[in-house]
């Protein structure tokens, strides 16, 4: 396996959230990042959708490993935005970043969510993010 998504799989592995709903990091590379997570009932909200708030987790937590993926691994999400488009209610969910901008302190970060069904992906929120450096 790669190096760096080994890496990327150790930090996940050690954010107690992210092994709680089943987060896996199924790609990590300077400047992308993909984050799966399986939609199952304990994550789901009263209208039998993925609650809005796993899928802000995801976007979240990829734009921040594609942040540290260029900016080095000690760094924050600063802010970011996200649009719902369609909800979420497949088999799991798939969030894929790249770094749009780098600089010396910061990259801006954009992020696709799918809602997966039977291997067909549909698209259920876009984000983008600033990712500072600690320190």
Do not use: W
């Not at 987060?23 to 993909?34: C, D, M, P, Q």
């Not at 260029?70 to 970043?97: C, H």
């Not at 010396?104 to 069904?117: E, I």
């Amino acid at each position: 396996m790669d190096e760096m998504l080994e890496m990327g799989r150790q930090v996940l592995a050690a954010q107690p959230f992210s092994v709680l709903i089943g987060a896996e990091l199924t790609g990590f590379a300077v400047g992308s990042a993909e984050l799966k997570i399986p939609v199952k009932k304990e994550l789901k909200q009263q209208h039998g959708f993925l609650h809005g708030g796993v899928v802000s987790y995801a976007a979240d937590n990829v734009l921040a490993y594609v942040g540290g993926s260029v900016l080095g691994p000690a760094v924050v999400t600063s802010e970011f935005k996200i649009n719902y488009v369609r909800p979420a209610m497949g088999d799991y969910i798939v969030a894929r970043a790249t770094a749009v901008y780098v600089g010396k302190n910061q990259a801006v970060c954009r992020c696709d969510v799918f809602d997966v069904k039977d291997a067909k992906e549909s698209l259920c929120a876009t984000a983008q993010g600033t990712i500072n450096k600690l320190g």
